[in-house]
């Protein structure tokens, strides 16, 4: 079982990230992200929301750093980790403009993009940018298939229930032959459309009896990924116990790989916790 993160200060979550997030420096960040990197975590993550209404910050919060912009510079401040968005929203997006803006991603950090895509729940924001909020199961769903027709060539072709193309070129494109696409949800429904258009699953919100009610019902294919998440923030300093408690659940419910969040009260403590954190999941 692989050991990833929630990346800190760039997505703000009431009840889970830390008060020294709120203020926080760059230079915090780029340290952090390269003590994952040294110390061998999996992957980093970061989450898109385009404008959030300012009546969902108590339940959502409202600071999410742009995904792209986030990704792209941590890729300059480490070498071997990955880099997962979780998740771009497909329904604000047209899947070339993911294929371009992400591919070059992926080229900028030598092949280590992870997509992880869904299928977006807030109408407000839907309605905002002037996408289409009914029916987006199934343009997400397509939107998937033209991901996977279009995120590793130059002359991406595709024809689907949603979208059309052919003739343009797309460069750069990614550098991974096959791009590795998560699908984030809550729902049945997006396990399923996980195990048949993707690679992975990225659930949130759930309990663990709720994930593994879900993985029973559906037979996933071989090296599929069950990307889990410790939901509330560890404390393996403080409380290595619980933490190590949290791994093992996790892990013997079929997690391939967790997402950590970190409790800690400076970026300082962040990195001490990091350092136990790892020194800990290897003795699981």
Same mark, same amino acid.
Do not use: M, N
């Given at each position: 079982m692989r050991i990833g993160l929630s990346t800190p200060m760039v997505m703000?979550?009431?009840?889970?990230?830390?008060?020294?997030?709120?203020?926080?420096?760059?230079?915090?960040?780029?340290r952090i992200a390269r003590t994952a990197d040294d110390l061998g975590f999996d992957h980093l993550?970061?989450?898109?929301?385009?404008?959030?209404?300012?009546?969902?910050?108590?339940?959502?919060?409202l600071t999410y750093w742009d995904p792209l912009s986030t990704l792209g510079f941590l890729a300059a401040h480490t070498s071997r980790i990955t880099l997962a968005t979780s998740v771009v929203v497909?329904?604000?997006?047209?899947?070339?403009?993911?294929?371009?803006?992400?591919?070059?991603?992926?080229?900028l950090s030598e092949g280590r993009l992870v997509?992880?895509?869904? %299928?977006?729940?807030?109408?407000?924001?839907?309605?905002? $940018?002037? =996408?289409?909020? #009914?029916?987006r199961g199934e343009r997400a769903d397509d939107a998937i298939r033209a991901l996977r027709a279009s995120l590793s060539t130059t002359r991406p072709s595709y024809r689907g229930s949603h979208y059309e193309f052919?003739?343009?070129?797309?460069?750069?494109?990614?550098?991974?032959?096959?791009?590795?696409?998560?699908?984030?949800?809550?729902t049945l429904r997006s396990l399923r459309r996980a195990a048949r258009l993707a690679d992975g699953w990225i659930p949130f919100g759930l309990t663990i009896a709720d994930v593994e009610a879900m993985l029973a019902k559906e037979d996933l294919p071989p090296g599929f990924e069950v990307v889990?998440?410790?939901g509330h923030a560890v404390d393996p %300093?403080?409380?290595?116990?619980?933490?190590?408690?949290? $791994?093992? =659940?996790?892990? #013997?419910?079929?997690?391939?790989a967790v997402t950590c969040s970190v409790s800690s009260d400076s970026a300082d403590h962040y990195c001490d916790q990091l350092a136990a954190l790892k020194d800990l999941a290897a003795e699981l």
């Open positions: 703000q979550l009431p009840g889970v990230s830390s008060e020294w997030e709120v203020s926080a420096g760059v230079p915090d960040l780029a993550t970061c989450a898109e929301h385009i404008a959030v209404p300012v009546g969902e910050g108590g339940q959502r919060g497909l329904g604000y997006h047209h899947p070339l403009d993911i294929a371009k803006r992400f591919g070059t991603l992926d080229r997509l992880g895509v869904g %299928v977006g729940s807030l109408a407000e924001e839907f309605e905002l $940018l002037g =996408a289409e909020f #009914d029916g052919d003739g343009f070129a797309v460069e750069p494109c990614a550098v991974q032959e096959h791009v590795p696409i998560w699908v984030g949800g809550r889990l998440s410790t %300093v403080a409380d290595p116990d619980r933490t190590a408690k949290r $791994l093992i =659940a996790l892990r #013997d419910v079929g997690a391939t």
